[in-house]
């Protein structure tokens, strides 16, 4: 079977995350999500920890040169020699062509970028209602997708809210996503890799979408 080299497009909250943790486990490939990464570094106050906060903070980009070396280092690691799926990365040009010219480099290229997109209404909605377990990364919406019980996980961990999904902040990263990463849906349409989803449907729905295209792809590339 050919390898996935994959990346996930689509607002904030259009449920990249989501479908990132269903699809690692169907294909076995690491989700690298550099926002799962910038918070890590920022937990471990680390010196890209100490950058990257004013930036997520105020729902702008981390510099492209600082988020790219970071995302080139990870890649070189063992688990992803064989496939990937990234999730929110790339978010401008430039880093998309970074990691075209990386993937060349290695005689890679990209099976997919998969767009979910939702319009901002439904991703504030979603976003607004975000909790997240800080120990695992886990996922939860208080609507639709309720934790076990309120405000805690089953393992016993307090569930959170992110601090950039507070509404002033999800503002600025719409208009940071319309002006900065909706220019890649062309940029991936031109070459031919971008596939649409339709976002504002279930999660399984989504995600028996994503896996017919994929499938579909595959076989494709195979034959
Ligand atoms: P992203 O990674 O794109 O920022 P997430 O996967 O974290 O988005 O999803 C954002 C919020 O919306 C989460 O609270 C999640 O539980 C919820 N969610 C994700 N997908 C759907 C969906 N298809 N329908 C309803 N809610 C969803
Ligand atoms: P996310 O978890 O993908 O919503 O990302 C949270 C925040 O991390 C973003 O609002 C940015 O500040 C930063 N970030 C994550 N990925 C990138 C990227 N590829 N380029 C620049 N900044 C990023």
Do not use: C
């Not at 990234?86 to 290695?106: K, V």
């Not at 509404?167 to 971008?194: C, F, N, S, W």
């Amino acid at each position: 079977m050919s390898e996935l080299d994959l990346i996930l497009l689509g607002p904030p909250g259009a449920g990249k995350g989501t479908q990132a943790a269903r699809l690692t486990e169907d294909f076995g490939v690491p989700h690298i999500a550099t926002g799962d990464m910038l918070r890590a570094a920022r937990a471990a106050k680390t010196e890209l920890g100490m950058l990257a906060q004013a930036f997520m903070d105020r729902g702008e980009l981390v510099p492209d040169h600082v988020i790219i070396a970071m995302l080139l280092e990870r890649l070189a690691a063992d688990d992803a020699r064989d496939g990937f799926l990234l999730d929110g990365f790339p978010r401008t040009i430039e880093q998309a062509d970074a990691l075209g010219a990386e993937l060349e480099e290695h005689d890679r290229w990209l099976t997919a970028a998969l767009l979910i997109d939702a319009p901002d209404e439904v991703v504030i909605a979603r976003i607004s209602g975000r909790r997240v377990n800080p120990r695992t990364g886990r996922v939860y919406h208080v609507e639709f997708d309720p934790p076990p019980q309120e405000g805690r996980d089953a393992d016993g961990s307090e569930l959170v809210q992110r601090e950039d999904d507070r509404a002033e902040t999800v503002r600025r990263r719409l208009e940071v996503y319309h002006a900065q990463t909706a220019p890649l849906i062309a940029y991936y349409d031109e070459k031919g890799l971008l596939w649409r989803f339709d976002g504002t449907l279930p999660p399984d729905q989504v995600h028996a979408h994503i896996r017919a295209t994929l499938s579909t792809v595959r076989r494709e590339e195979d034959a």
